[in-house]
């Protein structure tokens, strides 16, 4: 029996990635130009090529843009669910708009589509739906609402990369989301260190959107010094942001993404050989995707039952202990010091219940069948 430890994650960079950005900082240009434009590409002919794809710095960035292309702005009421990471509401305050929580619906652990028609005012203008852990949320019902009220939809796909739902990738089209954000940061599904990437439907708001990436200039950095137009030539049209994704990123990026699928594979695996080994434990495994649809299994969280033995941070302690990473996704925003003051009251009984409960177990791409075998047991010893 192997007892050495297992981290709840370690990222899978091979020798491509680090001869990817080698080259790149051989050829004397650091920043953007070639590397970044073809990962946007790679993303678009991937989601189907109906959509424009904007390489950024995070996907806080990229929620930042998104929410900037969709108008967002001071009085504006967003609609998001309490169980996110912090960044999906700060986007919200950037734009000097106000983050609305609505409760998750236990059964998908995504945003609950009629808690946010119950928190519809008017001056709701858009709406953040969250794919937890890679579960796609209800996007036909959470489009046909937003339709229904002139809503746009802007998908935090941190976690969903990649990820169906209504048999479409998240991402891939105007009839899910006018804008969605991936991540690349360090443990997401691939990585560029930091990174994300913008999705925006429409063309005018991808326009408006590449010229907020870097400064409110009208011409991109590199065109500025190739084109034969005169080079000191260029116009500034709003007050931007600096959001674009070096081309050493782009190059780690381009790598990753051409391993996805065996990336998915791998992970998907995983969460099968756990659903398996833990089904008969007081343990509430994770919501499957819908039936035809793609869970990117981003995040394996299970929730100690109330019949288990011990309590969900005595069981953290007790992983710990054994040498066994493990995490929690999420406390909820709302039970945060700065959004408890900031965000109207409401009530959030399932994820408080969930919160109390969850734990995220170690699943990455790199793990080894000893790795997994050696949690099962700690597992299964803590809960018996
Ligand atoms: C990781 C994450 C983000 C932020 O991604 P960055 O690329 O680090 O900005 C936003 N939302 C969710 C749900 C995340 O998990």
Redesign the pocket.
């Known amino acids: 029996m192997n007892h050495s430890n297992v981290p709840f994650f370690r990222p899978s960079i091979g020798d491509a990635e680090i001869d990817a950005v080698t080259k790149v900082m051989r050829s004397g240009w650091l920043t953007t130009a070639s590397e970044a434009p073809a990962l946007e590409k790679s993303f678009e002919e991937y989601l189907g090529g109906d959509v424009h794809a904007l390489a950024v710095t995070?996907?806080?960035?990229?929620?930042h843009l998104g929410l900037d292309a969709l108008g967002v702005g001071p009085g504006d009421e967003v609609i998001l669910p309490t169980l996110?990471?912090t960044?999906?509401a700060e986007v919200v305050r950037y734009m000097g708009a106000t983050p609305v929580l609505v409760d998750i619906d236990p059964a998908t652990l995504c945003l609950s589509v009629d808690g946010v028609r119950t928190a519809i005012t008017p001056r709701t203008k858009t709406v953040m739906p969250?794919h937890?852990a890679g579960r796609a949320c209800d996007m036909a019902g959470l489009r046909a609402l937003a339709d229904a009220h002139g809503l746009t939809i802007l998908d935090?796909a941190?976690?969903a990369l990649p990820a169906k739902t209504g048999g479409a990738l998240i991402g891939s089209a105007a009839a899910q989301a006018d804008a969605t954000?991936f991540?690349?940061?360090a443990?997401?599904t691939m990585t560029t260190g930091?990174?994300?990437m913008l999705i925006v439907a429409d063309a005018d708001r991808a326009a408006r959107s590449r010229t907020m990436r870097l400064h409110g200039i009208d011409r991109d950095v590199f065109k500025r010094f190739t084109d034969t137009k005169a080079p000191w030539i260029y116009d500034v049209v709003a007050p931007g942001f600096k959001y674009n994704l070096t081309d050493m990123a782009a190059a780690i990026g381009r790598v990753q993404f051409s391993r996805l699928s065996e990336f998915l594979d791998a992970r998907t695996t995983r969460a099968a050989i756990y659903d398996d080994a833990l089904s008969d434990l007081p343990l509430t495994l994770p919501p499957h995707a819908a039936p035809g649809d793609m869970h990117s299994w981003?995040l394996y969280c299970v929730r100690i039952r109330e019949d288990a033995p011990l309590s969900r941070d005595a069981f953290i302690n007790a992983m710990k202990d054994e040498g066994i990473g493990t995490s929690v996704?999420?406390r909820p925003l709302h039970q945060m010091t700065y959004w408890r003051h900031l965000v109207d009251k409401g009530k959030f009984p399932n994820a408080d219940a969930y919160f109390e409960r969850c734990v995220t177990l170690p699943l990455f791409m790199s793990m080894t069948d000893d790795e997994q075998a050696r949690v099962i047991t700690v597992v299964r010893q803590i809960l018996s």
């Open positions: 995070s996907a806080t960035a990229a929620l996110t990471f960044a999906t969250v937890f935090d941190a976690h954000a991540s690349f940061y443990n997401k930091e990174g994300g981003h996704h999420y």
